[in-house]
């Protein structure tokens, strides 16, 4: 496991944006997968996107078009533009990390390590 350290969360109010971020300051790996996860109150935690060491991005469906996900390889850290915010997406927000390639929207238990989450409300 690699400590991932997120940041950037706060309130803000509907149709506000905000960026996350996520540092993975020893995660030195050529090959790997990266993601954004979010639960909120009562909800199972639900994955938004992916990223992997290629470059290459995965949304699921309901996050096309609001969200963004990069990643600073030179930095080490993983982000995420969240644009046009709605109260529903009030939650806990948390990166993940684990090797190979995402091929896609991959599922929590696929992924070995977590941030310990940032909160978004947006009221």
């Known amino acids: 496991q690699v400590q991932l350290v997120e940041s950037g969360g706060g309130s803000v109010q509907a149709g506000g944006s905000l960026r996350l971020s996520c540092a993975a300051p020893?995660?030195?790996?050529?090959?790997?997968?990266m993601g954004w996860f979010r639960q909120a109150p009562g909800k199972e935690r639900e994955g938004l996107a992916t990223?992997?060491?290629?470059?290459?991005?995965a949304y699921a469906d309901s996050m096309k078009g609001r969200f963004t996900i990069s990643s600073d390889n030179a930095k080490n850290t993983l982000y995420l533009q969240m644009n046009s915010l709605k109260v529903e997406d009030t939650a806990m927000y948390y990166c993940?990390?684990?090797?190979?390639?995402?091929?896609?929207?991959?599922?929590?238990?696929?992924?070995?390590?977590w941030g310990q989450g940032t909160q978004v409300t947006v009221s």
């Open positions: 990223i992997d060491s290629d470059g290459d991005a």
């Open positions: 993940a990390a684990t090797l190979g390639r995402c091929y896609g929207v991959r599922p929590e238990s696929d992924f070995s390590s």
């Open positions: 020893g995660y030195t790996y050529d090959t790997y997968c």
